[in-house]
């Protein structure tokens, strides 16, 4: 009898060290969602989420063979089943791509995530040029164009491998540049791996926790590092950059801009799969410098705090920031970034003797209302004219309105006012560079 009830007492605390552990490994893998919007729905918070979020566990799906059982016919597409915002439902803040976008003409896609909507790849734009026939701004243009059979995205018809690499376009998905796994991970020290303890939460925000000596958080948006190869032949040689963002970060910037302090090493990132398009010998010297090449001398740094708008240098270093032009601020330190990083309009400061340009200062990581993913328009004279945004809706000249509608370039310029710009407002080049 005693042996039973030690058997049955033994047992009962087996099952509770069972339940605790269990409660522990999902709160480890919590989803950045719940981590930013209280969704109750787990999934990957920086690292490895649920298995079967992506990958079929049991019998594939409809009878149709897909490489590791995903639940997408390819990466991207497993990817867009959550990152997709469906048709008529409230977007949540990870979704990067608007469903349907292409059917709606002179409507804008509607994610407004620092890195851009992937919606703005389907959107195609024609119109009558100055002393051309046509004029024309494809969809293909306005981004990466990653491939997902499912959701209507695919490859580059136009640039075979990436410009200043050799990754090829038609292998391009998210997990070209994300580890879906979330293997990268910070540690205590700062050094970037994609082993060694666990990582128990998303360093990618101003809220997140850092690592100590028993666990370590995820890169910047679980981003791959050195070693990562997602596609036979390229592999790459940079881990993933210093930055941190804040937690409010897909919304408009009609009234404050969604400041991501990015630290260091975004270009040399980037060089993964373009390395060579800075390099003298490429036939591309003539490129932006950007990264460590990329320093703003005083002219530039004065430029950069004063200019406000077209003809107006009235402005002063600490409320120059603008998200349209954002630097890299020339740090490693976490406590700074995550001190600077905002949504709210409580750290405006411009640039310093240390900041640099990098690659995100003019384009965005995944797609943009604009040709070459840019952050503004960079071939029109005029981002603002007549105190409006030009558009096919209010008279326009058609070189200038460029076949969008007056909402869709106000959604591209991330819901800003016209009136925070010059009555006729010219390219943010001159926010550094302030010729006009």
Known sequence: MLTTCLTHKSAKMFAIHLVMTASIFLWVNNSHAAYLSGNTKPFHNGGTGECNECHSTGAVESGVPRRGNLLGSDSSSTCLRCHQSPEGVQHEPYQVATSGIELVEGVAPRELTPGGDFGWLKKNYRWSGE??????????????????????????????????????????????????????????DGTISNAGKPIIASGSYNNSPEPDAFSAVSVYRMLAGKGYRATPGVEFTADPPTAVAPSAYNREESSTDTRVAYGSGVSEWCSNCHGSIHDAGSGRATQHPSGKQGKLSAEITYNYNAYLSSGNLNGSAGTAYSSLVP???????????????????????????DANVMCLSCHRAHAAGWDSSM????????IVYDGKYPGTDNGAPAAIAQGRTSAEVKMAMYGRRASDFAVYQRSLCNKCHAKD
């Open 131 to 188: 002393g051309r026939d046509k004029e024309a701004s494809q969809g293909e243009r306005h981004g990466h164009n990653i491939v997902a059979a499912d959701y209507g995205y695919s490859a580059d018809t136009k640039l075979s491998t990436a410009p200043g690499g050799n990754f090829p376009a038609n292998s391009l998905s998210c997990i070209s540049c994300h580890d879906p796994h979330g293997n990268y991970r910070r540690s205590v």
């Open 327 to 353: 630097f890299e601020m020339g740090t490693d330190d976490y406590a700074v970034l995550k001190a600077t990083a905002n949504s709210n309009g409580s750290n405006r400061s411009g640039a310093t003797m």
């Open 375 to 382: 952050r503004w328009n960079p071939n029109t004279t005029f």
